[in-house]
């Protein structure tokens, strides 16, 4: 029986690369919407300050849900962490992949929804 502690610091340490790919697709969103504002009414580059709040809220709450990720683990392996730990990379691709995703959605549909309604 591994002790809880090593799952948790395995998550940690992971912690790192799911902040760099955060932050890559986050620069990416944040270029895309200042190059499409920069060419539309519509869509106008946000109040600097709000931004920043705004980036500043949204890595917050990424890493608020990333702690799930070793929080349940703990609780599906009812504190055994042999039991969980053969599943834990793939959870950590999945969740990773899926914040990747939900980083780059500006990216994607602020210049799709520009394409739809004009330039």
């Given at each position: 029986m591994k002790r809880p502690w090593d799952a948790i610091v395995w998550w940690e340490i992971q912690r790192i690369p799911y902040n760099i790919a955060l932050a890559f697709a986050g620069a990416v969103s944040i270029a895309v919407v200042f190059l499409v504002g920069s060419r539309s009414a519509v869509f106008s580059a946000a109040n600097p300050l709000?931004?920043?709040?705004?980036?500043?809220?949204?890595?917050?709450?990424?890493?608020?849900?990333?702690?799930?990720?070793?929080?349940?683990?703990?609780?599906?392996?009812?504190?055994?962490?042999?039991?969980?730990?053969?599943?834990?990379?793939?959870?950590?691709?999945?969740?990773?992949?899926?914040?990747?995703?939900?980083?780059?959605?500006?990216?994607?549909?602020?210049?799709?929804?520009?394409?739809?309604?004009?330039?």
């Open positions: 709000g931004l920043i709040i705004g980036i500043v809220l949204y890595g917050i709450g990424a890493n608020l849900f990333y702690t799930l990720g070793w929080i349940s683990e703990l609780l599906w392996s009812g504190g055994d962490t042999t039991r969980t730990e053969p599943f834990r990379k793939r959870v950590f691709r999945i969740g990773l992949i899926a914040s990747f995703v939900i980083t780059l959605l500006p990216a994607v549909l602020i210049p799709t929804f520009w394409l739809i309604f004009g330039f």
